[in-house]
């Protein structure tokens, strides 16, 4: 069964179409890529996803449970349960530590326990790093303390908007790395980005122009994009 089904999912504001008829699965375990140009629609489509916006049009279906009639009560218990959110800005909360940052996560989902929010930090390189406020790390080690509180709950599905858009060369590289390995560990990974690079590290590609799927790209055997 598909983690991500969607169908004739449309979007719009007003008289603008920010999306039309967007329609695609996803698999366990898939990487793919949602890229474009800017107001391509890339950030209002990962919005459905992530359900923190309702579609005007179409159907999103999660894990086999269709979303769109829900309430937000149960969107919100969805959310929680079945996604973990990876943003550009990071939104950490800035006097937490990087511990208690992932244990926020913890507690809107369960209870928090500490010993697994350290865990969930040192598979992310931070093991020695987790009484140590946002503004005493770097961009690079806030974002892997962002990607340990999208773990912490184990999601069926890992979306990530932009998740390198603000960090230098050498960070974006340990990033990806991190997704990587993710992806080999069999998680599902959604991913917005500009970067061609980044995009290509997927197992497929949703080109957007104007709100319209233009492309479906997957890789041919040798690697290459077609």
């Known amino acids: 069964m598909s983690i991500l089904e969607i ?16 329609t695609f699965s996803v698999e366990p375990g898939e990487w793919l890529s949602i890229m474009g140009s800017s107001g ?3 950030s209002t489509m990962l919005n459905m996803i992530g359900l923190m916006d309702k579609p005007t049009s179409g159907e999103v279906k ?4 269709v979303t769109s009639s829900l309430g937000s009560k149960k ?5 929680k349960d079945k996604i973990g959110l ?3 800005q990071f939104h950490l909360i800035p006097h937490l530590t990087a511990l208690e940052n992932v244990m926020v996560a913890q507690y809107y989902h369960s209870m928090p326990d500490e010993k697994e929010a350290a865990a969930a930090l040192a598979r992310v390189g931070l093991g020695g790093r987790a009484k140590h406020l946002p503004r005493q790390l770097s961009g690079g080690e806030q974002q892997r303390v962002c990607i340990a509180r999208a773990l912490i709950n184990y999601p069926a599905l890992i979306l990530a908007d932009e998740p390198t858009g603000n960090l230098d060369e050498s960070n974006e590289k340990i990033v990806l790395e991190l997704f990587q390995e993710l992806h080999r560990e069999g998680h599902t990974i959604i991913m917005v980005t500009h970067a061609p690079e ?6 497929r590609q949703i080109r957007l122009e104007h709100g319209i799927i233009k492309e479906i790209r997957t890789p041919d055997r040798i690697g290459n994009y077609a």
């Open 7 to 22: 169908s004739g999912m449309g979007k719009k504001y007003g008289n603008l179409h920010a999306l039309q008829n967007i």
């Open 75 to 79: 969107l919100t218990e969805i959310r």
């Open 40 to 42: 391509s629609g890339k």
């Open 198 to 203: 980044v995009g290509e590290l997927a197992e």
């Open 62 to 65: 999660i894990d086999g449970i």
């Open 86 to 88: 990876v943003f550009q």
